[in-house]
T-cell receptor
Framework: AQSVTQPDIHITVSEGASLELRCNYS??????LFWYVQSPGQGLQLLLK??????LVQGIKGFEAEFKRSQSSFNLRKPSVHWSDAAEYFC???????????FGQGTRLTINP | EAQVTQNPRYLITVTGKKLTVTCSQN?????MSWYRQDPGLGLRQIYY???????DKGDVPEGYKVSRKEKRNFPLILESPSPNQTSLYFC??????????????FGPGTRLTVL
């Protein structure tokens, strides 16, 4: 069965520190991978996606993610976080011809000043 | 502006009183979907539609109905709401008919409380 695991429910980092949010997936087909961000009181916004090609993907707001097929992972990174990055982050997986995306449980990010 | 709109944004109702949450997109997208978001459970799909008059169940369809009479609209209907349907609901759409192969664009959410 397809599944996405985000092992960290809540992460706290200091402003200016680096960030890595983990995402592991289990999927039978070649995966399409997504990271979405949900700011408080808002809908989900796409940060970045990976379909094929270069396994290091750049997104909006200075985020990047790296697809590692051997580890079934798609971790999200940012070199230096800003207070405005406080939000909930969701990893999702789909595939060509798939009828839906499968979402992880989400990781809530808190930024300390 | 390209967007997905939902109404209402907030709703408090009582058990058994039928309600409809509307969803509309102006991007001419083929695929539309409803999700509910609950703490610790992420987003779970309720129903989806790949085309007008074509709808199918997602992971948690019990207690919900949908319709897709027009391409732009995809209302969610709770005919007899119960307290376990208290949740945050999101509508989403994507250009591709297969929603798992494309970016999904989300509405702002509807927070529903059933007393």
């Amino acid at each position: 069965a397809q599944s996405v695991t985000q092992p960290d429910i809540h992460i706290t980092v200091s402003e200016g520190a680096s960030l890595e949010l983990r995402c592991n997936y289990s999927y039978g087909a070649t995966p399409y991978l997504f990271w979405y961000v949900q700011s408080p009181g808002q809908g989900l916004q796409l940060l970045l996606k990976y379909f094929s090609g270069d396994t290091l993907v750049q997104g909006i707001k200075g985020f990047e993610a790296e697809f590692k097929r051997s580890q079934s992972s798609f971790n999200l990174r940012k070199p230096s976080v800003h207070w405005s990055d406080a939000a909930e982050y969701f990893c999702a997986v789909g595939a060509r011809g798939a009828q839906k995306l499968v979402f992880g449980q989400g990781t809530r990010l808190t930024i300390n000043p | 502006e390209a967007q997905v709109t939902q109404n209402p944004r907030y709703l408090i109702t009582v058990t058994g009183k039928k309600l409809t949450v509307t969803c509309s997109q102006n991007m001419n997208h083929e695929y539309m979907s409803w999700y509910r978001q609950d703490p610790g459970l992420g987003l779970r799909q309720i129903y989806y539609s790949m085309n007008v008059e074509v709808t199918d169940k997602g992971d948690v369809p019990e207690g919900y109905k949908v319709s897709r009479k027009e391409k732009r609209n995809f209302p969610l209907i709770l005919e007899s709401p119960s307290p376990n349907q208290t949740s945050l609901y999101f509508c989403a759409s994507s250009l591709e008919r297969t929603g798992g192969a494309d970016t999904q664009y989300f509405g702002p959410g509807t927070r529903l409380t059933v007393l």
